[in-house]
């Protein structure tokens, strides 16, 4: 085994460091791949710098003139040049006396840096520093390590700088020969025109031109996306390998028209297709593996009751809820109980609130069948719930509970998985990382329910609102205020912040300032639970929140909202914030309250005012946030994969066909082991 430490040549600090951001090994460091590249082999002369372009230049410059200025704290060094043009230029060095003495008038070197024009010259800032003497082209031809070529640049990680990324690198590149073992049969790379797993790291840090860059690449894109995929197709096998849930009965549309006849509300056209298509999963051979993502205010909660009750009264068999957080098992609780209560289902709740007799007396009753549905969340996957016949199993907002939470079922025999995503995700990505379930889509509101009319306006604007929100407050409308300021952290700063504006907006609604409360993240859950009684009755009319309210409210008489500093959310968070004020056939308004109206910042929150439509927005984050947001993923670790291979839905189709005849052609999966154990844990790790 090799030392990782001794190998490297550095010191327990660095490999903590290394160690916090799951690099533990050589293997993992060699994976450690770079965001960017310098093309550091071609010396340009200032007239063909393009500064637009913002891309690194290397120029060999004469020194003529070097300067030192003390700008109150900051130690200066203007250091002027000409290059072999004679076009002069100018070096900034920001307190650095040890690079500034470096450089010496009257001599040449090549010095590299992102230039900028400024004041009719170039400038460059802090840049790195070579003699010319140093400068040897033939130098990327020997084995040491050599600055003067394609130059890799790596993401610096706490205080470790990305030269000591490349330094150390390039020192174990020999490595790579016994540590790395091609894991795809060869056949395979053939027929699919992949490169050799080696030659791909090793020129992943240090290839030989600019242009082969992508072809490398995207031989560690396809075998992420390969990786995710066989695990999916593997899980999905093994878990459907039950057949107790074989039903060749047919379907009985009866019950279906039972429970839908008692609806005060009519199903949209998707809401029927959902359940007709689950109906029919359920009427397979193998356990249904399905994911339904909803558009906010789509009654998603409906469709599961609708099946939960086609299952006890066809089947005789009970169903579970589970729900990531208390509040949200309480809603559906709730709903469920208004929905099934009257058609004589039992419908009971396990939480951490109830005390010990009240779940022993859940557990119990379930185990005997005196419930048909429970509703929580992971406290049952204890091993002391027991199920009489669990045979349909729901779970809300699906990425919390991941492979390892799931695989609790296969002591039920299996159940039927309904998976429901609370933030649509494009179908190129839900199909990447999602691949073992079936997809489908509640797309389509109530025809009934007004479009929200959103507004993007300034604090003064707002102020100007006031007679129009008390108007709204006399016709028995509430008023939400959400604000940024009032976080879930122990620090002081943020609650006092939260203060100063719940006390603002008590300052210009003077009139009912009694009438103004404040809802935030530090308060304990019977706290919430009495303001949140007190705005759905008559006890308050504004509520300054927190985004607690997206998970927490359902006041449908709520149809006035701001949110104040919109820009500091992104468009997925504002539109289930809105959603807070779509609750009902009334009209609703959305403010969206911003101090800064910068083109980019201005534009994006333009497509709230724009649009409705989760979906798109959904999208727009995508571009703006990157994919592992939106999967709602580790935020520190970001996916390398380019969107432009994640929205590739050819690409991702391709994958996964090449990932089934993998499957089909090695069924002994030989080389799964190696596959498991080379390729970059990180994207399962995050998943699973």
Not at 189 to 205: A, C, S, V
Not at 318 to 336: G, I, R
Not at 417 to 425: D, G, K, N
Not at 621 to 631: C, F, K, P, S, V
Request: charged share 30%.
């Amino acid at each position: 085994m090799i030392n990782f430490k001794k190998t490297l040549k550095t010191n327990d600090r660095y490999i903590k460091i290394l160690q916090k951001n799951w690099i533990n090994s050589l293997k993992d460091f060699l994976q450690y791949f770079p965001r960017d590249y310098e093309d550091r082999e071609n010396l340009v002369t200032l007239d063909q710098i393009n500064v637009l372009d913002k891309t690194i230049s290397s120029v060999k410059w004469f020194i003529t003139d070097k300067r030192f200025f003390q700008r109150w704290t900051k130690k200066i060094y203007s250091i002027k040049f000409t290059d072999e043009k004679w076009n002069k230029g100018e070096i900034t060095i920001y307190n650095s006396a040890f690079l500034a003495s470096k450089i010496n008038i009257n001599s040449w070197y090549i010095i590299i840096a992102k230039p900028y024009f400024k004041f009719g010259k170039f400038i460059f800032s802090n840049p790195e520093i070579r003699e010319t003497e140093s400068f040897n082209k033939d130098l990327k031809e020997q084995t040491s390590f050599s600055f003067w070529r394609i130059y890799p640049i790596y993401s610096e990680l706490s205080w470790i700088k990305a030269s000591w990324f490349a330094q150390k690198i390039w020192n174990v590149l020999p490595e790579i020969e016994n540590l790395f073992v091609e894991y795809l049969p060869q056949d395979f790379l053939k027929k699919f025109n992949l490169l050799g797993i080696k030659d791909t790291i090793k020129n992943l840090h240090y290839p030989d031109d600019i242009d082969s860059i992508r072809q490398w690449k995207y031989r560690i894109f396809f075998d992420k996306l390969l990786r995710i995929q066989l695990h999916s197709i593997i899980n999905r096998n093994e878990y459907r390998q039950n057949n107790d849930l074989l039903n060749k009965s047919q379907e009985d549309r009866a019950i279906i028209k039972t429970i839908v006849d008692r609806l005060e509300f009519q199903l949209t056209g998707a809401q029927k297709k959902v359940v007709k298509k689950i109906i029919e999963d359920i009427h397979s051979w193998k356990p249904m593996m399905r994911l339904l993502q909803w558009d906010v205010g789509s009654w998603k909660t409906v469709v599961a009751a609708i099946v939960a009750f086609y299952v006890y009264k066809k089947f005789w068999a009970q169903s579970v809820f589970l729900a990531p957080l208390e509040v949200l098992a309480n809603q559906h609780y709730k709903t469920l109980a208004k929905l099934l209560l009257p058609l004589w289902l039992r419908i009971e709740i396990l939480k951490w609130s109830l005390t010990q007799w009240q779940k022993d007396k859940v557990k119990s009753d379930l185990k005997d069948w005196k419930i048909h549905i429970l509703v929580w969340t992971h406290a049952v996957l204890q091993d002391d719930v027991e199920f009489k016949d669990l045979k349909f199993a729901i779970i809300d907002e699906q990425h919390k509970f991941g492979v390892k939470q799931r695989a609790v079922f296969h002591k039920f025999a299996n159940p039927h998985i309904l998976q429901m995503s609370a933030t649509p995700i494009p179908r190129s990505m839900a199909l990447a990382f999602f691949g073992e379930f079936d997809v489908s889509v509640i797309d389509e509101m109530p025809k009934w329910r007004k479009e929200i009319y959103t507004k993007i306006i300034s604090e003064s604007e707002f102020v100007k609102l006031k007679p129009w929100i008390l108007t709204r407050i006399m016709q028995k409308q509430k008023i939400f205020i959400v604000t940024p300021l009032i976080e879930e952290s122990e620090k002081m700063e943020n609650l006092k912040a939260a203060t100063v504006e719940f006390e603002n907006i008590k300052s210009l609604f003077f009139e009912i300032k009694d009438k103004i409360w404040l809802l935030h993240g530090k308060m304990k859950s019977t706290e919430k639970d009495e303001v949140m009684k007190g705005f759905q009755w008559d006890k308050y009319d504004i509520l300054v929140s927190t985004t607690v309210i997206e998970v927490w409210v359902d006041v449908p008489q709520a149809t006035v909202m701001l949110i104040k500093n919109a820009e500091r959310f992104w468009l997925s968070q504002l539109h289930q914030l809105r959603w807070r004020i779509w609750r009902s056939d009334l009209q609703s308004y959305c403010f969206l309250e911003t101090k800064n109206k910068s083109w980019d910042s201005y534009k994006r929150l333009k497509a709230m005012e724009e649009t409705n439509d989760w979906f798109k927005l959904a999208e727009l984050d995508l571009e703006n946030r990157g994919a592992w947001e939106i999967l709602w993923t580790m935020q520190s670790w970001q996916t390398d994969i380019p969107l432009e291979i994640l929205m590739n839905m050819k690409f991702i189709d391709k994958v996964r066909e090449w990932a089934e005849w993998l499957l089909e052609k090695y069924p002994g999966l030989e080389w799964l082991d190696l596959l498991k154990k080379y390729l970059d844990e990180k994207i399962v790790k995050v998943l699973v």
